[in-house]
């Protein structure tokens, strides 16, 4: 079941969503026409296939590296 996207300003619980990233699926957080927030889990020697995206991004890595 996929969870909704978050609408601007509303309030989300991220362990709901981190939960499921730890299940190897990457969950779409919010989005709209210039902006996509995902979360995903990747573990101990894991990597993400080469890929591109039309414009900037951030990757925040909250541990290892």
């Known amino acids: 079941m996929a969870l909704e996207?978050?609408?601007p300003g509303e309030?989300?619980?991220l362990k709901t969503y981190?939960?499921?990233a730890r299940?190897?699926?990457a969950?779409?957080?919010t989005k709209n026409?210039?902006?996509e927030a995902v979360?995903?889990?990747l573990s101990a020697g894991q990597s993400i296939p080469s890929h591109s995206v039309p414009g900037p991004i951030i990757v925040q890595c909250l541990e290892g590296s």
Request: proline content about 0%; aromatic content about 4%.
């Open 5 to 7: 996207h978050a609408k």
């Open 11 to 13: 309030v989300i619980a």
């Open 18 to 20: 981190a939960d499921r």
């Open 23 to 25: 299940e190897g699926m």
């Open 27 to 29: 969950n779409a957080l």
């Open 33 to 35: 026409d210039d902006f």
């Open 39 to 41: 979360l995903m889990q």
